[in-house]
């Protein structure tokens, strides 16, 4: 079974930078992973998608800020965030699921129910 755990959040001005890092385990065949993120009051909202061929996808308003990766080697997700702005201020949560990503609209609304697999949560504020 597989199991993810996030770190990596904290508090930072805008225009600052951070990485967020989720690390899996039980992991036995390449996944859909996909950063979301969540304020409260909101639905869950994705942000960034890999598929296991390492192509990648991101929300419009992330593009050329944010960027997505893997480590296959040691099961860990990575999101870079740079030139951060009060509006990424989120619980950021990484989810996995044994599909292609670009089989279905992962970044869409409602995109969450595709996955199963999640982990806690890391909390990203953002001041301005």
């Known amino acids: 079974q597989v199991q993810l755990m996030e770190s990596g959040g904290g508090s930072v001005q805008a225009g600052g930078s951070l990485k967020l890092s989720c690390a899996a385990s039980?992991?036995?065949?390449?996944?859909?992973m996909v950063w979301f993120r969540q304020v409260p009051g909101k639905e869950r909202e994705g942000v960034a998608a890999i598929d296991s061929d390492g192509s990648t996808t991101y929300l419009h308003s992330v593009k050329g800020r944010f960027t997505i990766s893997q480590d296959n080697t040691k099961d860990i997700l990575y999101l870079q965030m740079t030139s951060l702005k009060p509006e990424d201020t989120a619980t950021y949560y990484c989810?996995?699921?044994?599909?292609?990503?670009?089989?279905?609209?992962?970044?869409?609304?409602?995109?969450?129910?595709?996955?199963?697999?999640w982990g806690q949560g890391t909390l990203v504020t953002v001041s301005s």
């Open positions: 039980g992991v036995r065949s390449r996944l859909c």
């Open positions: 989810a996995a699921d044994p599909l292609r990503c670009s089989d279905y609209d992962v970044l869409g609304p409602a995109g969450y129910r595709y996955f199963e697999v």
